[in-house]
T-cell receptor
Framework: GAVVSQHPSWVICKSGTSVKIECRSLDFQATTMFWYRQFPKQSLMLMATSNEGSKATYEQGVEKDKFLINHASLTLSTLTVTSAHPEDSSFYIC????????????FGSGTQLSVL | AQRVTQPEKLLSVFKGAPVELKCNYSYSGSPELFWYVQYSRQRLQLLLRHISRESIKGFTADLNKGETSFHLKKPFAQEEDSAMYYCALEFSGSRLTFGEGTQLTVNP
């Protein structure tokens, strides 16, 4: 099946620094990727929709200047958490779309971000 | 705004017993609902979608628009069914709203 790789799987950073998370579709081209965040024992919350070659679309309440998304190629989307603070500590998950329809969505294994 | 609720965070049953994982939703449009499963240390994967009305690994789910529910059922639970289950609603273009998840444990 289609494989989506996320890197790193976990990262620890100091408050005020920026962290980049990569989401790659390994064996297919993904024109659309999605970024979610998940706090402990809570639901996955959609942050933004990333389209190759265009600006990301952010969900209401998500700070676009804080969570920078770049989808420069059909196999790579990156999420950069800028000036990270402890409240940004969370589990970040990406999904990549193989085509139209939810059944064509494939999820990465997630990145645990801890901001000290 | 759309919302998905899974009232049970934890559910424990014995092998061979029936299991039902509850999911309720609120959405102003025509709902497209899905169940995802996450086995231990694995990534989220689609289990089934309401529109297909199929049975996957013995699980079925029926959309009840009157009760705004999409409960997941299996008549005879197996130990390998132990996992985290998420109910999700598609609100546009593959964008999903997830419930908080139910951790199912099937005891031998």
């Amino acid at each position: 099946g289609a494989v989506v790789s996320q890197h790193p799987s976990w990262v620890i950073c100091k408050s005020g620094t920026s962290v980049k998370i990569e989401c790659r579709s390994l064996d297919f081209q993904a024109t659309t990727m999605f970024w979610y965040r998940q706090f402990p024992k809570q639901s996955l919350m959609l942050m933004a929709t990333s389209n190759e070659g265009s600006k990301a679309t952010y969900e209401q309440g998500v700070e676009k200047d804080k969570f920078l998304i770049n989808h420069a190629s059909l196999t790579l989307s990156t999420l950069t958490v800028t000036s990270a603070h402890p409240e940004d500590s969370s589990f970040y998950i990406c999904s990549a779309s193989l085509g139209t329809g939810v059944e064509k969505l494939f999820f990465g294994s997630g990145t645990q971000l801890s901001v000290l | 705004a759309q919302r998905v609720t899974q009232p049970e965070k934890l559910l424990s049953v014995f092998k061979g017993a029936p299991v039902e994982l509850k999911c309720n939703y609120s959405y102003s449009g025509s709902p497209e609902l899905f169940w995802y499963v996450q086995y231990s240390r694995q990534r989220l994967q689609l289990l089934l979608r309401h529109i297909s009305r199929e049975s996957i690994k013995g699980f079925t789910a029926d959309l009840n628009k009157g009760e705004t529910s999409f409960h997941l059922k299996k008549p005879f639970a197996q130990e390998e069914d132990s996992a985290m289950y998420y109910c999700a609603l598609e609100f546009s273009g593959s964008r999903l709203t997830f419930g908080e998840g139910t951790q199912l444990t099937v005891n031998p």
